[in-house]
Nanobody, 122 residues
Framework: QVHLVESGGGLVQAGDSLRLSCAAS???????VGWFRQAPGKEREFVAA????????YFADSVKARFTISRDSAKNTVYLQMNNLAPEDTAVYYC????????????????WGQGTQVTVSS
């Protein structure tokens, strides 16, 4: 069983930065951790992911130049650094853990956090 808690969301202005944290408890070392987001009235979409064992990273094209992902093994925490935020980045951000699927697909994840709201004003 894996339990995930996201934090770091908030209200910012366009151009600002935020760092989201995903604290994990349970077995994660053999899997990968992803970030997804869901805006009102839209489907949940992939943002970024990192493999816990190989550090392979994967990003959605829409954020590749602005977001970075990293992990701290000692804290069992994954971070999503979001720079140059834009109003279209407004969404609830979720972290998730998967083991055997595709890192860029929702179906590749088995455990999900409750989400943290990010609001970017223009």
């Amino acid at each position: 069983q894996v339990h995930l808690v996201e934090s770091g969301g908030g209200l910012v202005q366009a151009g600002d930065s935020l760092r989201l944290s995903c604290a994990a408890s349970g077995r994660t070392s053999s899997g990968y951790v992803g970030w997804f987001r869901q805006a009102p009235g839209k489907e949940r979409e992939f943002v970024a992911a990192i493999s816990w064992s190989t550090d392979i990273e994967y990003f959605a094209d829409s954020v590749k130049a602005r977001f970075t992902i990293s992990r701290d093994s000692a804290k069992n925490t994954v971070y999503l650094q979001m720079n140059n935020l834009a109003p279209e980045d407004t969404a609830v951000y979720y972290c998730a853990v998967g083991f055997l699927g595709t890192m860029g697909s929702r179906r590749g994840y088995d455990y999900w956090g409750q989400g943290t709201q990010v609001t970017v004003s223009s």
